[in-house]
């Protein structure tokens, strides 16, 4: 059997931190049993010291309750969507017990109050089971939160889900830290060999342009030195002209190298003459 949703339309002006809840319910389950047996004790010796120190125990209850019920608001905001459906669920009806036992806190004052209006011992026994009924619930409401937090893990899960996640963001901020000390590194090297390279570079050039001039004003000069010497040439030497001597050989020269037909005749006449003895000395020699 479910009980009715109620809430409470009060709002703290103050913010309160997470994890007090649970130091402050041990306060509201400590007070009832210590109230029960004041008001135990009352019962013999009926004594109206005993009867306002219980107001006053009873008062303290109903203020630690409201305390517990607030802490228990910002705990379970701040774990609800950690928890599972069932975790979930539970963490509702502990809420709205809560509520109830609220109220039922103040309610004790309001009957503590009219009970000590009565003297009889029927009317401190009537309290006493009112109390001792609200401190039944009170544990059962106990119980119920130390299921929330052992079993389905409510601020337990969170707080280590939340101390996990910080770890892991200290451990990624620790390596981006490194990562950048090295690339802050390696980036300041890298700017001093460019630097290197770059002057490297630079005299290079300036070693090519001097010696690109040089090579561009070496054939300037020979051509300049060509050209001197070729006009020294062309002015010292003169123009000569070959004659070449014609001999004129006169007709008379000619007429008279010439043999003449009867020159001819006789040379042939002769040679004629003179093979003749050369075949009359060899029939002779054959008649021999």
């Known amino acids: 059997m479910s009980l009715p949703n109620i809430t409470i339309p009060v709002e703290l002006p103050i913010d309160i931190p997470t994890?007090?809840?649970?130091?402050?319910?041990?306060?509201?389950?400590?007070?009832?049993?210590?109230?029960?047996?004041l008001e135990i004790i009352n019962l013999f010796f009926k004594k109206r010291a005993l009867s306002i120190f219980s107001l006053f125990l009873v008062i303290v209850l109903a203020v630690v309750m409201s305390m517990a019920?607030?802490?228990g608001v910002v705990d379970g905001k701040e774990t609800f969507m950690a928890l599972a459906s069932e975790g979930q669920?539970?963490?509702k009806e502990h809420k709205l017990l809560g509520i109830y036992l609220t109220y039922a806190s103040l309610a004790l004052v309001a009957f503590k109050l009219l009970f000590m209006a009565f003297s009889k011992t029927l009317a401190r026994l009537f309290f006493l089971l009112i109390l001792i009924g609200f401190t039944a619930v009170t544990l059962k409401q106990g119980k119920e939160g130390g299921e929330l937090v052992y079993t389905y893990g409510a601020n337990n899960e969170a707080v280590n889900t939340v101390q996990s996640e910080l770890d892991d963001l200290q451990d990624e901020y620790d390596e981006l830290e490194e990562k950048q000390k090295e690339l802050s590194e390696k980036s300041s090297e890298g700017d001093t060999e460019t630097a290197t390279k770059l002057q490297e570079l630079q005299v290079k050039y300036d070693e090519l342009?001097?010696?690109?001039?040089?090579?561009?004003?070496?054939?300037?000069?020979?051509?300049?030195e060509e050209a001197?010497?070729?006009?020294?040439?062309?002015s010292s030497e003169e123009p000569t002209e070959t004659v070449t001597p014609t001999v004129e050989h006169p007709e008379e020269l000619n007429s008279s190298v010439e043999p003449?037909?009867?020159?001819?005749?006789?040379v042939s006449t002769e040679a004629v003459n003179l093979e003749i003895p050369s075949d009359s000395n060899e029939s002779n020699d054959s008649n021999y």
């Open 19 to 37: 994890l007090l809840h649970p130091a402050v319910v041990h306060f509201v389950i400590a007070i009832p049993v210590v109230i029960i047996l």
């Open 69 to 71: 019920y607030f802490t």
């Open 89 to 91: 669920a539970e963490l």
């Open 209 to 224: 342009v001097k010696s690109s001039e040089k090579e561009a004003e070496e054939p300037v000069a020979v051509v300049s």
């Open 228 to 234: 001197t010497t070729t006009e020294v040439t062309e």
């Open 260 to 266: 003449t037909e009867e020159a001819t005749a006789e």
